[in-house]
């Protein structure tokens, strides 16, 4: 979503969903409380049924609007095992993430078109 400076979104959500917000870029403020959050950060959000983000009135050149990332869904109360950028349900489903990184099976960024 893109916020203009000292305007506010007030976006409906189902208050069973998790929800966060990324900023892309500029600076405001996220949620009732009104916390302030600027590019790059990230912000969770607890229970309730709507998602609000005001765009501070002065922006930086670089970045003229607020500019944020809304993500959610239910939650899926399942245990979290984590180790670098892996992210998984166990730790053996972490060693195994690993070995496949080890060994290659995760394919390349940029992906290597060469040949297919």
Do not use: C
């Given at each position: 979503?893109?916020?203009?400076?000292g305007?506010?979104?007030?976006?409906?959500?189902p208050?069973?969903f998790?929800?966060?917000?990324?900023?892309?870029?500029?600076?405001?403020?996220?949620?009732?409380?009104?916390?302030?959050?600027?590019?790059?950060?990230?912000?969770?959000?607890?229970?309730?049924?709507?998602?609000?983000?005001?765009?501070?009135?002065?922006?930086e050149?670089?970045?003229?609007?607020?500019?944020?990332?809304?993500?959610?869904?239910?939650?899926?109360?399942?245990?979290?095992?984590?180790y670098?950028?892996?992210?998984?349900?166990?730790h053996?489903e972490?060693?195994?993430?690993?070995?496949?990184?080890q060994?290659?099976?995760?394919g390349?960024?940029?992906?290597?078109?060469?040949g297919?």
């Amino acid at each position: 979503m893109t916020v203009s400076p000292g305007a506010r979104l007030v976006l409906p959500w189902p208050r069973d969903f998790n929800a966060l917000i990324y900023v892309l870029s500029g600076s405001g403020t996220v949620g009732e409380e009104r916390r302030p959050i600027e590019s790059g950060q990230l912000a969770a959000l607890g229970a309730g049924d709507v998602i609000t983000a005001t765009a501070s009135t002065h922006q930086e050149s670089r970045h003229p609007n607020l500019d944020v990332l809304i993500l959610g869904g239910q939650p899926i109360r399942e245990p979290v095992a984590h180790y670098g950028p892996f992210v998984m349900n166990t730790h053996a489903e972490i060693a195994q993430a690993l070995a496949d990184y080890q060994a290659g099976k995760m394919g390349a960024v940029p992906a290597n078109h060469i040949g297919n």
